[in-house]
């Protein structure tokens, strides 16, 4: 297809080093978007909440990110790029000793909104920093390796996070990453130059005009539909593992760190694998969650099946995420600061609304099985835009 000849490229060591200091901090924003999908029966009896009330701190956080990213992008243009990404893990770390200490449910939602906002802008940069450094052909690789650290946190920070939580309290992982935030503030201060060579006077309006090519906005709908069928199921996943599955709470971080080892390396494969035929990945990865899904809601009784379609879900689910924000990024190459913004938060809009109607199918007569009959009916829609962009991109290579 018309883009699948792009090649990938080694990112030299000086270019490496700065992308994986950046993978360090988007584990530490990963692990916080969803660490609360394995604490939820915990946390909601802490705080005297619903299981899919609880839920609601995933879909507000994942609400702030979809109105605060490109908000934050925008405010933080005429900052320098390491000015920008420390500023963030300051205001993240503030986000989650808040957390840690508060008792009212409304404060802590508001707390969660707050790190959204950070953890939003520091996946905008980020992405931007990396895709600059590994240069054009190189970006989709090199994205791919700071989303892995994101994906990385579901193998690690979600699940030993959900089991720390068994043992110390709920609020304990919060503390930790508050932490962790300040060691990665230092990191980023000392590897990141004092001004980027992109720094300078930029014209908002400059960036916007950017965005209307039509093939951004293809895109954008994918990020949305596909984070709306993934995290649907992944957001419920503990309450399907012990009510449907029957297995012991105890047991649940390991099949969550199961669905985080197929996320990261689906993350890392897609980055890699997508840099010469991406058209070709995106429509392999998204039959595979349409497919993993469906036959999720009719073998989530058995363990054994369970536990392998949640890894092939993390496997699926989330691979096509470096391949849409490299798009993105290069389609609107005059604005790659909010063109990665928009895929950031257009993919919490995604989470958002999966989280949102599973919580909603949670307490229907669907039950548990509901979140995944949600995700597998989102994941089906993937296949219209992705059809379009096909298209679009074909007529723009022709001329």
Same mark, same amino acid.
């Given at each position: 297809?018309?883009?699948?000849?792009?090649?990938?490229?080694?990112?030299?060591?000086?270019?490496? *080093?700065?992308? *994986?200091?950046?993978?360090?901090?988007?584990?530490?924003?990963?692990?916080?978007?969803?660490?609360?999908?394995?604490?939820?029966?915990?946390?909601?009896?802490?705080? $005297?909440?619903?299981?899919?009330?609880?839920?609601?701190?995933?879909?507000?956080?994942?609400?702030?990110?979809?109105?605060?990213?490109?908000?934050?992008?925008?405010?933080?243009?005429?900052?320098?790029?390491?000015?920008?990404?420390?500023?963030?893990?300051?205001?993240?770390?503030?986000?989650?000793?808040?957390?840690?200490?508060?008792?009212?449910?409304?404060?802590?939602?508001?707390?969660?909104?707050?790190?959204?906002?950070?953890?939003?802008?520091? %996946?905008?940069? +980020?992405?931007?920093?990396?895709?600059?450094?590994? /240069?054009?052909?190189?970006?989709?690789?090199?994205? $791919?390796?700071?989303?892995? /650290?994101?994906?990385?946190?579901?193998?690690?920070?979600?699940?030993? /996070?959900?089991?720390?939580?068994?043992?110390?309290? %709920?609020?304990?992982?919060?503390w930790v990453l508050a932490a962790l935030a300040g060691l990665g503030l230092m990191?980023?201060?000392?590897?990141?130059?004092?001004?980027?060579?992109?720094?300078?006077?930029?014209?908002? %309006?400059?960036?916007?005009?950017?965005?209307?090519?039509?093939?951004?906005?293809?895109?954008?709908?994918?990020?949305?539909?596909?984070? /709306?069928?993934? #995290?649907?199921?992944?957001?419920?996943?503990?309450?399907?593992?012990?009510?449907?599955?029957?297995?012991?709470?105890?047991?649940?971080?390991?099949?969550?760190?199961? #669905?985080?080892?197929?996320?990261?390396?689906?993350?890392? @494969?897609?980055?890699?694998?997508?840099?010469?035929?991406? #058209?070709?990945?995106?429509?392999?990865?998204?039959?595979? @969650?349409?497919?993993?899904?469906?036959?999720?809601?009719?073998?989530?009784?058995?363990?054994?099946p369970t536990v392998c379609l949640t890894v092939l879900l993390g496997l699926f689910g989330v691979s096509t995420h470096p391949?849409?924000?490299?798009?993105?990024?290069?389609?609107?190459?005059?604005?790659?600061?909010?063109?990665?913004?928009?895929?950031?938060?257009?993919?919490?809009?995604?989470?958002?609304?999966?989280?949102?109607?599973?919580?909603? +199918?949670?307490?229907?007569?669907?039950?548990?099985?509901?979140?995944?009959?949600?995700?597998?009916?989102?994941?089906?829609?993937?296949?219209?835009?992705?059809?379009?962009?096909?298209?679009?991109?074909?007529?723009?290579?022709? *001329?």
């Amino acid at each position: 297809m018309a883009s699948d000849s792009m090649r990938a490229v080694t990112v030299k060591p000086r270019n490496s *080093f700065v992308t *994986f200091v950046l993978a360090g901090g988007t584990f530490l924003m990963g692990t916080t978007e969803f660490i609360v999908a394995g604490l939820l029966p915990t946390i909601a009896a802490d705080l $005297g909440v619903t299981v899919a009330d609880a839920g609601l701190m995933i879909t507000v956080f994942a609400i702030g990110m979809v109105v605060g990213t490109p908000l934050m992008a925008v405010l933080m243009l005429k900052l320098s790029q390491r000015t920008a990404l420390c500023l963030s893990l300051v205001i993240f770390a503030i986000g989650h000793v808040i957390v840690a200490i508060s008792s009212d449910f409304g404060l802590v939602l508001t707390a969660r909104v707050v790190t959204a906002l950070a953890t939003g802008a520091f %996946w905008a940069v +980020a992405a931007v920093v990396a895709s600059r450094v590994a /240069g054009p052909e190189g970006s989709s690789r090199a994205v $791919g390796i700071v989303i892995s /650290g994101g994906m990385l946190a579901n193998v690690i920070g979600v699940p030993v /996070g959900a089991l720390a939580g068994q043992f110390i309290g %709920w609020r304990g992982p919060f503390w930790v990453l508050a932490a962790l935030a300040g060691l990665g503030l230092m990191a980023v201060y000392r590897t990141l130059g004092h001004d980027s060579p992109e720094t300078g006077a930029v014209s908002v %309006w400059a960036e916007f005009k950017a965005l209307r090519d039509v093939r951004v906005w293809l895109v954008l709908a994918c990020c949305v539909i596909v984070n /709306g069928a993934s #995290y649907s199921a992944y957001s419920f996943l503990v309450p399907l593992l012990m009510v449907n599955t029957g297995l012991p709470e105890v047991v649940t971080p390991f099949v969550l760190l199961g #669905y985080g080892a197929g996320a990261f390396i689906g993350s890392y @494969t897609g980055g890699h694998l997508g840099a010469s035929r991406p #058209y070709s990945v995106l429509f392999a990865t998204t039959t595979g @969650t349409f497919l993993v899904l469906g036959a999720l809601c009719f073998a989530s009784q058995q363990p054994v099946p369970t536990v392998c379609l949640t890894v092939l879900l993390g496997l699926f689910g989330v691979s096509t995420h470096p391949l849409l924000i490299s798009m993105a990024v290069r389609f609107a190459s005059a604005a790659p600061t909010l063109a990665s913004a928009l895929c950031t938060s257009f993919l919490n809009l995604g989470t958002a609304i999966g989280s949102w109607g599973a919580g909603v +199918a949670l307490e229907s007569e669907l039950g548990v099985i509901g979140p995944v009959v949600v995700g597998t009916a989102i994941a089906g829609l993937c296949f219209i835009p992705l059809g379009l962009l096909v298209s679009r991109q074909r007529q723009a290579a022709s *001329f």
